[in-house]
């Protein structure tokens, strides 16, 4: 059973977030409990489809949602998503950057424009929403009261606290966001009443990013390693939005149960290696063969 939300159900009333991986996994749920709470929720993804099924289930839910497609490494797509959100809900008050690519592989088969296109999709896709969403978050952006500003939430990681096998990708990326919510918390919370937060979620049942976190190739989860909800991190999303996080701002929180600190490793070796490396072939030849 899905756990209760502890928040009363009204503290989202009138806000509109605008959810970016907002089709699938944590985004969705994040969503899911934004409009449960109150908000109107927009839902972008690359594949309309997608963003699209997402956004009429939480109707039938009574959630007003919509679902925009869109490439969060393309600014036109940024710039029509927040457009999208404001000609339909007249605002935009929270915009969650949670879109992410995310893959094992070892350093040395790393190319570099694998490593490109993860730090596009996390790191620079993140600035580029914030830069296209900024002039309605502002305080008094339209629909806002003078002193109402809005709140960023970018999602982040604990991969590079210390370093995680086959991450190199990811961790650079998800530094880059934590830098970027201190600078962006400075300058926008000082200049624009905008409060900018991370969430860094530990491994999460039911993603893809936890079938990333399997050591035995059978499925099985290394013993050492807590696997949260996704509303863990809905809720954690929803303190930093609520009255209760309005003192916070350019703080980014693990919520992973503590396993960060362990210095887990949640890869075995050899074994992912291999994975890894067959993996990247047949999905190579499968690209060859479908063009
Ligand atoms: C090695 C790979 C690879 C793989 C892609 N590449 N997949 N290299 N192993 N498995 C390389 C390609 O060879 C290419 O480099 C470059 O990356 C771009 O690949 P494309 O397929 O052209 O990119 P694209 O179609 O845009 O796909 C984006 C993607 C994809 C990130 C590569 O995997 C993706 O969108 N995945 C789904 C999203 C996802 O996994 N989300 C979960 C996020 S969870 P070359 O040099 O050949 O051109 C998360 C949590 C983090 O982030 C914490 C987890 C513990």
């Known amino acids: 059973m899905e756990p209760k939300s502890v928040f009363l ?35 972008m993804g690359r594949r309309k489809q997608v963003v699209d099924e997402a956004a ?3 109707g039938t839910e009574g959630i007003q949602a919509i679902g925009v ?6 600014k036109e797509d940024c710039m029509n998503a927040v457009q999208k959100t404001v000609d339909e809900f007249g605002r935009l008050d929270i915009l ?10 070892a350093a040395e088969d790393l190319s570099p424009n694998a490593f490109k296109t993860v730090m596009e999709i996390d790191a620079l896709g993140t600035y580029t929403m914030s830069y296209a969403a900024l002039h309605y978050l502002k305080k008094g952006g339209q629909g806002k009261q003078p002193q109402e500003g809005g709140v960023i939430i970018n ?6 606290y210390s370093a995680q096998w086959y991450q190199l990708h990811v961790s650079a990326a998800k530094a880059a966001i934590d830098s970027m919510t201190r600078s962006l918390a400075l300058e926008w919370g000082t200049d624009f009443g905008i409060r900018v937060n991370g969430i860094a979620p530990g491994p999460i049942k039911d993603t893809p990013g936890v079938e990333k976190l399997v050591v035995n190739m059978d499925g099985t989860v290394t013993r050492d390693i807590f696997l949260g909800d996704k509303s863990d991190i809905a809720q954690t999303a929803l ?9 916070i701002n350019g703080a980014t929180l693990p919520v992973d149960g503590g396993n960060w600190i362990k210095s887990t490793r949640y890869y075995s070796t050899e074994a992912v290696r291999t994975f890894s490396r067959e993996y990247e072939k047949r999905r190579k030849a499968a690209l060859a063969a479908s063009s």
Do not use: M, Q, W
Not at 96 to 105: I, Q
Not at 155 to 160: D, E, N, V
């Open 155 to 160: 999602i982040s990681a604990t991969l590079h």
């Open 96 to 105: 969650v950057n949670g879109a992410a690519g995310n893959f094992l592989s």
């Open 69 to 74: 497609a869109g490439d969060v490494r393309k």
């Open 239 to 247: 303190f930093f939005c609520s009255e209760g996080g309005k003192y």
């Open 9 to 43: 159900p009204d503290i989202l009333e009138g806000k509109v977030a605008l959810l970016t991986g907002g089709g699938s996994g944590i985004g969705l749920c994040i969503a899911t409990y934004f409009g449960r709470h109150g908000a109107k929720v927009v839902l």
């Open 56 to 58: 009429k289930s939480l």
